[in-house]
């Protein structure tokens, strides 16, 4: 399979710097990057625009309401998205876990939202420092999958895997922490989904940078990368873009 990389912005972002990053990458990509699938997700407010300056990447969102439409002042719905351009959406993300409450079962419906809107769901799950630290890691994130991928088949989804304690901290699990617990998921996803289980992308989330992209594409288990700060900068985001693209997958 082709490697997956994707730009999460999160809040961050302007009107300005979305077209410095643009020029900026227009004039690094000058050859294409072969065998990754790269994905821009802006804030909601940008996505527009992004598709308008960078129609060579693909767009995702953020988050998606588990609705398709309604009465939810504030909400926007996967088939908004996917009327936008959107093709890709994240749900499930530590941060709105943790910041906005949302349970395994509120992703999984997320998820099915997007993957009815005929968007592909970046479904997120990771463990907290103290579960690390606990030895109980395996079973929290099996756990997560078990419950935020109710009702999806295979296809429809990928996996990011972004443990918690190394988002937007500097630390990053090692490539064999992380390799690790994708083997782990990938087991799971074969147990939950059949032999399509295998075909599913996993990628790894927390704090990827250029200087560690090319260390953790080279591990079996990973194929591709979340990515937060490092995809500000379109010099860096391209850099680690192009470790997948020279990773080996196809």
């Keep these: 399979m082709s490697a997956v990389v994707i730009a999460n912005w999160k809040m961050h972002g302007s009107g300005s710097a979305l077209s410095a990053f643009a020029n ?57 998205l996917a009327d936008l351009g959107c093709s890709w959406v994240i749900v499930g993300h530590s941060e709105r876990r943790q910041g906005h409450g949302e349970t395994d079962a509120l992703v999984a419906q997320k998820a099915r939202a997007a993957a009815n809107a005929g968007l592909t769901a970046v479904v997120c799950v990771g463990e907290s420092l103290e579960q690390r630290q606990g030895g109980s890691q395996e079973q929290v994130v099996s756990a997560q999958l078990q419950g935020s991928l109710q009702g999806l088949a295979a296809g429809e989804f990928v996996v990011a895997y972004e443990p918690i304690w190394a988002i937007g901290t500097g630390h990053t699990a090692t490539p064999e922490q992380a390799n690790s617990m994708h083997e782990h998921i ?65």
């Design 24 to 80: 900026q990458w227009q004039a690094l990509s000058d050859q294409p990057l072969p065998n990754v699938d790269v994905v821009l997700c802006p804030p909601g407010v940008y996505a527009q625009r992004a598709q308008q300056l960078l129609p060579q990447l693909a767009l995702g969102a953020q988050d998606c309401a588990p609705e398709a439409e309604g009465a939810y002042t504030g909400d926007i719905s996967a088939p908004m």
């Design 186 to 250: 990938r087991q799971t996803l074969v147990q939950l989904l059949g032999s399509r289980g295998s075909d599913i992308a996993l990628l790894y989330g927390g704090s990827v940078k250029p200087d560690n992209a090319g260390e953790l594409f080279a591990c079996p288990n990973i194929d591709g990368a979340l990515v937060g700060g490092a995809s500000l900068m379109a010099d860096s985001f391209y850099a680690i873009a192009k470790a997948a693209s020279e990773s080996g997958r196809t």
